[in-house]
């Protein structure tokens, strides 16, 4: 099997998994799908924001909930925001976690918000992690001459 | 008055629309989980739009439109030009529901004063150079000091008072998807309510399905307002 074959199919085979473990859903498909000649690096230029920004949020997040009086309605403003991009990007798992972060956040749960900001954090770098190694996949791809998949929506 | 779930569900037969430029659009009736919501004023042609959109060239559907977008975070601020763009739109970004209303007053005041200009001379069709023009507002609902159901009150405040009979179509384009926040958008004077994210071709149907519709209860309006003077 030739370098580009067995590339080919680790990336496929990876961001197929990825799929399947519910990290990405179709939403992430989608952005794959404005990416073309005119727009080569939109995805990944459209996860570094996402990357940027999440570790922001995540920031003030943490921050907000230190606070003597917590201002339940900041901290719900910020989950929000990361749900929306979350969302945005397919990030599935994260986008769940806010879901359930909003809940405790109306229901001003200090408890609840600390554990699930903890939860959250894990399911941002774990997606953070799987798009970076996918990243590298097609990359690894590129440089030995072969071109990245048309994704297949499910 | 909102179409309302009750009358999404008994609307019972497709209806095609023929909008400017020869485009088409065949509407079904579809299920109270559609996540597009219009704001219908007892327009009997208007329905809710199902993501079946028919005979649409979705490519460039919105090719020759210029939308406001209104978006406060950047992740989405990227995705929504990207899209808008390769539908053909032109788009005009703005970050915060003030600045919505800066853009909006620039293009109602320029509307008024040609509106006046018409008056002044008996209907000649001067054209106003220069001005800023949208055919839409994309709009978040959850952003800074200003949201979006405030600036579209704002808006509509500034229409009505410019007495041009103009109204902007404008979207709620939001992730928040209550009750609640639907009727706060319909209230403000919202047309349509569209879950983020949302595909092209649903951001397609509903922005164009948004504008004739708009467009058709316009023109009732004026050929009512002509029966009454007569």
Known sequence: ?154 | MSIGKEQAETTSHPEKLELEHGLQLEFKPVPVTNNIIPQAEGSSSSCPVNDDVTGVDEKKVLEGLSVLLVEDQAVLQRIGIRMLKKLGAGVTLVKDGEAAVEAMTLMINAAGKNHQIQNLHHGSNLETHNSPHYDLILMDCQMGSMDGCKATRVIRRLEAEAETGQSIPIIAFTALVTADNERECFNSGMDTFLNKPAQEHLLAAAIVETIARKSHKFSCDEQAEAQDEK
Do not use: W
């Open chain 1, 1 to 154: 099997m030739d370098a580009v074959t067995r590339l080919h199919r680790q990336l496929v085979d990876y961001s197929n998994s990825l799929f399947q473990e519910g990290i990405l859903d179709n939403q992430f498909g989608h952005l794959q799908q404005l990416q073309d000649e005119s727009n080569p690096d939109f995805v990944a230029e459209v996860v570094n924001l996402y990357f940027k920004d999440s570790e922001r949020l995540l920031n003030e997040i943490t921050v907000a909930l230190d606070q003597q009086n917590v201002d339940f309605t900041k901290v719900g403003g910020h989950v929000h925001q990361l749900k929306g991009s979350s969302s945005s990007i397919g990030a599935q798992r994260v986008n769940n976690v806010c879901t359930a972060f909003r809940s405790f956040c109306e229901e001003k749960n200090i408890e609840g918000c600390q554990q699930y900001l903890q939860h959250l954090k894990q399911e941002y770098y774990l997606v953070k992690n799987k798009l970076q190694t996918l990243f590298q996949l097609q990359q690894q791809l590129l440089s030995a001459g072969g071109s990245i998949p048309a994704y297949e929506m499910r």
